[in-house]
């Protein structure tokens, strides 16, 4: 091994991605997905930073105010104008109606006035 190994993430693999384990048999690292080790001098050296963002008052009103308009939803949100009252947001349902070769029925449902409408994919 080199000195020139470098860890983005202590938690996983540099080479493929893989979560990697606890030391190995040689005293290092060793990946299980791609046999990829690392010296274990490396990840003591590596130091893990965290960085908390705390919401603003402003972006927390607005975040509960989508939280209340899922839970009176019947479903997941999305951004889409609704025909009748012009609100921006719809919650939408999916079902495979028609035959197995073609698309799916999405149901639309206005979180402001309730307008409903289909939409076949």
Do not use: W
Not at 38 to 65: A, G, P, S
Not at 82 to 105: F, H, I, K
């Amino acid at each position: 091994m080199g000195s020139t190994q470098t860890l983005s993430d202590v938690n996983f693999c540099p080479r493929c991605g893989a979560i990697l384990p606890t030391l190995g048999p040689t005293g290092g690292v060793v990946c299980v997905v791609c046999k990829y080790e690392i010296d274990v001098e490396i990840m003591e050296e590596y130091e893990v930073k965290y960085v908390i963002e705390f919401n603003t008052r402003t972006n927390y009103k607005e975040q509960q105010k989508l939280k209340t308009a899922q839970s009176k939803s019947d479903g997941p949100l999305v951004e889409r104008k609704c025909p009748r009252c012009g609100n921006d947001t719809m919650s939408y349902a999916s079902l495979q109606l028609r035959s197995a070769d073609e698309g799916q029925t999405i149901f639309y449902t206005c979180t402001k006035c309730h307008f409903k409408e289909t939409e076949n994919s």
